[in-house]
């Protein structure tokens, strides 16, 4: 066998026992890639993202789209080829898999805590909206979770309305563990609640009167951060009554990051006009019930496949704003926006095509 021969046949047998050891190997990093892109104005799936009823809307135009990022499960192991591939893709991203799930959680917990986070920023994002609008929102707070094995399982459900703690007044969902971590571990704290089941048969508009219980909890101790507390084992949220139905239908969705998008659509089909104008604006970011907006991770995909659907502008958080002017798709505007007043303040500005002012974002 000729000599140029055999080395080009042992060439070849190396690398393909490199790619067999490279495609055998697994390494402990996780693929993020641009997800799909949604607006918030039009149709999912055959009906309409955003239902409201009960409130005169007004027809809108343009788009006002969510963004998402797709990422490798929590049960996925990537192998080393498919690694070193992802790094050198442009539209990819390649991260340790504990970034994107900490502490060893499971595909189901990851699920879980999505479609909680979810559910939230639909809430917050109602809110903030309607307060923009001057509308009346009513707040509750509440038991949102109960864990599992703590003192306050079986005792407190998930949706009782905490109305004071200790016999002082609870307005905000901080306030419950203000009020219990005064308190020693194995000491009694007293709940005064709506129970979920007394609302089960009743509007929420009746909360006010609605029957009440007091609901005694042992508390534990609890030594996370080096420091121990008391506490009873419940994470505090906010529910909201609203004046009229407001419902976002988008499944297959999950985490806080689509709020400032839905809370911008929303707004636009309870004011008459476009807030667009006609434009492609698409964006990301949570929103809190104040209008206050929050960075997201994934910002780099986001902003690559808001483009590739044909977006002109992307409102993008002002803590994400170094990070996406550092690559930005070419024909997109980053504009930086830290409330929604911001963000309907740029909307504005593109609306009329005054765009040389607009907040951009900077590296």
Known sequence: MPRRTATMLASTLMLIALLCAGVLTPVPYSEMS??????????????????????????TSGHLNMTTVRVTSADYRMNLVEAVYGWLAHDNKVVPHDTLYPDGKTEE????????EFSQSQESAKVAALKELDVPV?????????????????????????????????KEP????????KHKPGENVVFTIVPAKEQADAEKEQRETARTEEITVRTAASDEGGTERAIVGISAGTDHTFPFTIDIKLADVGGPSAGLMFAL??????????????AFV???GTIDDDGKVGPIGGIEMKTVGARDKGAQYFLTPADN???AAE????????????TIGDALGALKDIRAGDTADLPKCGT
């Open 174 to 181: 901080a306030d419950v563990a203000k009020l219990v971590t």
């Open 265 to 278: 659509g929303i707004y636009d089909k309870l004011t008459p006009g476009s807030l667009t104008g006609g």
């Open 138 to 170: 009513r707040s509750w707070v509440i038991v949102s979770t109960v864990v599992k094995g703590s003192p306050a399982e079986g005792k407190l459900h998930a949706g009782d309305v905490i109305k004071d703690v200790d016999g002082t007044a609870v």
């Open 327 to 338: 690559d930005t798709p070419h024909g997109l505007t980053l504009v930086k926006v830290k």
């Open 109 to 116: 917990q990851s699920t879980q805590e999505n479609a909680e």
């Open 321 to 323: 704003c170094a990070a």
């Open 34 to 59: 641009p997800g799909p892109t949604v607006n918030t104005l039009g149709d999912h799936d055959g009906e309409p993202v955003l239902q409201i009823s009960g409130h005169k809307t007004y027809p």
């Open 282 to 284: 698409a964006g990301t």
